[in-house]
Nanobody, 129 residues
């Protein structure tokens, strides 16, 4: 059972990238899924999350309005569309799965990395000026 993140790369500020996170080994259609990132010298931070049903999404203030998280349960895949990228978005991005997510939970729950029990390997996003 694993998560495989991809789609990172080099992009100019103002550009766009779409990250993908594919799950394998079991179905992730009933998991809450999250994206986190870690820049050099900084702690890992929450970026976005999507609820088990896909009906609710959550974002950090720093990416709200620019990033969109979505899921395709048939493909066992979660996406992170990143638009208007800024220099400060440069980081390694990780996807994570929470199999036992609380259905009615809000941002404070989904942004807590401790609720996620499975993590992908990370994909590098580099933003140039």
């Amino acid at each position: 059972v694993q998560l495989q993140a991809s789609g990172g790369g080099l992009v100019q500020a103002g550009g766009s990238l779409r990250l993908s996170c594919v799950g394998s080994g079991r179905t992730f259609s009933r998991d809450a899924m999250g994206w986190f990132r870690q820049a050099p010298g900084k702690e890992r931070e929450f970026v976005a999350a999507i609820s088990r049903t896909g009906g609710s999404t959550f974002y950090s203030d720093s990416v709200k309005g620019r990033f969109t998280i979505s899921r395709d349960s048939a493909k066992n895949t979660v996406y992170l569309q990143m638009n208007n990228l800024k220099l400060e978005d440069q980081a390694v991005y990780y996807c994570a799965a929470n199999r036992n997510a609380i259905l009615s939970a809000g941002l404070s729950y989904h942004s807590n990395e401790e609720v996620y029990e499975l993590w992908g390997q990370g994909t590098q996003v580099t933003v140039s000026s």
